[in-house]
């Protein structure tokens, strides 16, 4: 019974890696250069404007 337990398990493991292989490798790379092409600019900085960066920690105060 813990044998046949195992084999199913092995081979539902197998199948669902094999998924996961073949969905990541499939996409062509002309394909995934123009996603990577597509995405969105979220901030645009002129890097000569930057002159300075600050960073500074949090101060967590303990609740009463």
Known sequence: MRI???LIATV????LAGIL???DHRKSSAEA?????ASPQILKLDEN??????????????SC
């Open 12 to 15: 539902v493991f197998a199948a």
């Open 33 to 37: 250069a123009k996603q990577a092409a």
């Open 49 to 62: 404007s930057i002159t300075q960066i600050d960073l500074k920690k949090k101060m967590h105060r303990p």
């Open 21 to 23: 292989y073949w969905s």
């Open 4 to 6: 046949r337990g195992l």
